[in-house]
Each structure stands twice: as structure tokens, then as C-alpha cells.
């Protein structure tokens, strides 16, 4: 049911854990629908110098989340934001259709990662990113 | 091939080799049509009547209350459907469970939508209905009761010869799901005031694609395929005659060896339930003793159960998990949901289902795999860490 980079990804996952002096974090999913994705990074003159997540999900979450860490690492933010959760899933050599849910919470869970580092800087994140996509605060709201 | 345990017996299991010995005649130079009236045929006639009187003697019943069918799901359809049209004069109100397999609730809630009216009795956090609120469930138009025999997820044994005397005494039809239950514990159908029970052969070593419905005589249900006439008239179709002679026989050899496999099964059961409830955050899920010999049933909190399945196969263990990555939807499992776990725990679980095959080199070699597995990703799992 996995491509072979799938499983790849899931058995043996890129940048597992936490970036210790993260200066963005992001964490999107909910553990009622069985998926979170919590990533933190590095930003350093707007390029993302380390990266690291932690996942709670089914094999396609962790893969998702993996590949996504090692298709933003060494990229500039602007590089990172334009990163589709298409561009994940093909990277991965495609996820079945159920899946595909997947790859859209690694794409949001950069962007949120993203936002956080704007905020702490006192930037809006929201007219550069749009929805922040802490979808637990827009319930709230 | 690499070494295999295989711990999945509640989502099919090895056809046994006398099954197989009685089926090779009916798949290769016994080939004629039961129905037909020259010698050559009447072997596979006789085999089909053999195999009937089988099934209906190992079940309490007479063999003209056997019908042969394609599988628990088509036993369960018919059971139901015509149930309900038997006696439409009486009412549209069936009285179920919240933890029904897909084939007995989906077409319940078919059923809905064409205008009859479901109870489903809440269970409690062990997977068991209390007989008061069955008793008081039952109503002027209550047609049907439909109950399983026992759960394929969490393995609960359910009070079928007390549900079915309820029914019995407020002559209400009883249908019971016994897919599981068949061939792992006793189940009669003489005394336990049953009208109607499912069963497949591939759940008790049989062949997949051949089960059965029991319907006690006098209960005229009706015809589910009009055609030839096969199935004294209510199930048409050409017999499956290697697939019923196998259902026979693994049957009886199942029957046979039930005490001492349900012993030996259970005990190896148990060593799997004391050896990963010592996980922290992790427990068993239904009855701890009132439960299938062969199931063993948990829930691991703040990791999700499809990543459990794919590590435990990189390790060569076949097992299964209610999660809602595990299926097509993004619902954990009814019956996890209907034995009260929050959807986030729901998500974490895994059944290991043994049978008379597995060895105690399996469970040491799942006692040693798994708990790595669990505290691997948990490792990974940002809940994990929010809880500590």
C-alpha cells in the first residue's frame, strides 16, 4: 500500500527529535483525528540551518513528516514557504488517497513553524503566510 | 522466507490440512453438479449432505437448518434483511449493539435508511450489555434482536443464551453473529434459543469464501437468490461443494480439539496480556476473563496503531489495530469508540489474535518485538513527551 520511499522514510525517519535552540516551532494536527506534527528549527539569516519533528500518526505521517524536514533543511524561508504538500507527497513517490492529508500537515506544519519565527521577531506572520494554521485557536475563536 | 509470526487468527487463519485432504477431491476429479441426476454427481451431492448433517450436529441443529452461504457478511445480510421483511406486519424496530461487526451494522444503518428503527444497547468499558436494558428495549414493533456471539476486536464473550431466552420470552426473532465465536467456544444452538446464527469457515481453519446461516425450522425466511432452487429454494446458486465439504471438516476437527486448544490458546493469550500491560500507558481492552481464547486486545496511549502494525511486519509479526489510519475512513473503530476510549487513545490500538498454531517461541519473540516498538514511537511521538 506504501511506495518503497514510504517505507524508507518511516522505518529509518530523517531529523527525529527537537532542535535544542529552536527559534520556531510549529505544531499542527489533533490527536482526536490521529495526527500531530510538531517541528522545530533553526532559522539563521532566513535560512533554515537545522530542523527537526516529532510525530504522533500513522506511517504516512511520519514519512511525511521526514521527507518535508529534508526538503526544507539548508533552504531559505521564502524556499521552505513554497513547499506544497504535492511536492511532498512526489517526493515520497506518492501516498494513497486516504494519505494525502498527510502531506497537507507537513506542508502546514512548516508554515506554522514559519510563523512562530515571525512572531517572535514581532513580524504578523499572516499577511506573509496567511492562517497560522493552529487550527485548535481558530476553534477556540 | 524470513521468520514470520504470524498473530492476526481473528482476521482469517491457515486452512487446516484435513480441510484441505477433504476439499482436493472436489477441486480436481469430483467436479460434477450436485444438482445433477447421474452417478458421477450424486458423489458431490452425498458430500454436500454429509458435510451438512456435520455442521448441523456439531451446532445442536437438524440439517435442514443449515444453509450453506458465501461468508459471515452474506449470513449476517440475509439474517437481517429478511428478518426485518419476515415481519414487516409486526414492526420495523431491531434491537443491536454498539459492537457489531461492519457486516451486521452497515446494514443496519442500510436498513435505517429505508425506514426501520435501530437500538443499539450500550455496553459498558469491558464490551458487555446489561440484560435489563436489552429487556427494556423491546417494544411492541421489535422484530429482531441481532447480537454477536463474540467480539473480533476486543475478544468479549457476550450472554448469548440469556439474550436469547429474553427474546424468546417476548417472542421477538434472535439473530446472533457468531463469526468468531464458532469453533473457539461452545456454542448450541439446541440450547440456547437462537433463531438464526452466522458463521464462515475461514475464522476455524476452513476455506475462505464458504460460511453458513442457521435458521431454525419454522422461521420461514426468505429467499435470498431466486434461481435454481438450491438451499431448499432460498439460496440459489450452483453449491460450492469443496469449499462446504472444507467447512465441514474443519469444523469438527475444531470441535474436536476445542477444550484443549482453548487451554493452550489462552494460556499462551494470557502471557501476551500480563507481558504488555506492564507497558506503561497501556492496557487491555475488553473482558479480562470472559473473552475469546485467542484474542488478546490493547491500547497503547499517545502512539497511533498503523505505525505499530508496519514496525511489528518489519519484524516479521502480522497483527492488526483498530486505528483510523488502519482503515479507508478517519474513524478509529466503532467498538473501541463504543466501549468508551476517547478517540485519541482509540487511535493507539493493536490485536494480536492467536490460534492453535502459534507456539510459545511466538510469544516470547512478540514479548521481546514489541515493547522496543512502542517505546520507539513513543520516542518520536510530541504527546509522549507533553505527558512526561
Redesign the interface.
Known sequence: MYSEKVMDHFGNPRNVGEVEDANAVGQVGNPICGDIMKISMKIEDDVISDIRFKTFGCGAAVATSSIATELVKGKTINEALSLTNKAVAQALDGLPPAKMHCSVLAEEAIKAAIADYYQKQGVDPEPIIGCNFNCAQCKEE | MSKMVYADNAATTALSKNALDAMMPYLTEQYGNPSSIYKFSQNSKRAIDGAREKVASILGARPEEIFFTSGGTESDNWAIKSALELRADKGKHIISTGIEHHAVLHTLQHLETQGAEVTYLPVNELGQIDLNDLRKAIRKDTVLITVMAANNEIGTILPVAEIGAVARESGVLFHTDAVQAVGHIPISTAGMSIDMLSLTAHKFKGPKGCGALYIRGGVRLPTLLHGGGHERGLRSGTENTAGIVGLAAALEEASLHMNENAKRVSAMRDRLIGGLTKIPASRLTGHPTKRLPGIASFVFE??????II??LD?AGICASSG????S?S?E?SSVLLAIGL???IA?GSLRLSLSEDNSEEDIDYILEKLPPIIERLR???????NKK
Open positions: 499517545y502512539i497511533e496503531g498503523e505505525s508496519l514496525l518489519q486505528s483510523a489510519c488502519s479507508a478517519l478509529p476517547p478517540h485519541e487511535h520516542s518520536m511521538s510530541p504527546l509522549w513527551d
